[in-house]
């Protein structure tokens, strides 16, 4: 289930929850306070940069992006392992019904 808000809501809610000003944050994270004031703002924040935004919050990348009730490291690789498997096997299906598409078509060339 996801909460409401955006991810640059929840992290500067997040910030002021805990004091923090988005120097002290930037100053952290070694980057900008620009930077801190862009993500709070809708800038793109990749993968690395979160987990280093929900450490410095003491909170967790999930909690960040709205996610509740997922919070536990096991719960969410098990989320991430059957999405990837999801994909993997979509992949997969898609692989096996070319190759039966092209094994169909070089039957009938040959004919």
């Known amino acids: ?38 993500y709070e703002h809708g800038q793109h924040i990749y993968d690395d940069r979160l987990l280093q935004l929900a450490k410095a919050l003491m909170t967790t990348p999930n909690q960040l992006l709205g996610f509740k009730g997922t919070d ?20 997969m299906m898609l692989a096996q019904i070319e190759a039966v598409v092209k094994a169909a078509r070089s039957i009938q060339s040959d004919k």
């Open 1 to 38: 289930m996801m909460t409401e808000g955006s991810l640059g809501s929840r992290i500067r809610e997040r910030r002021k929850e805990i004091g923090m000003t988005q120097e002290e944050l930037a100053s952290m994270l070694y980057i900008q306070k620009s930077a801190i004031c862009g």
């Open 72 to 91: 536990s490291f096991a719960e969410n690789a098990a989320v991430l392992l059957k999405e990837i498997k999801d994909e993997v096997m979509q992949d």
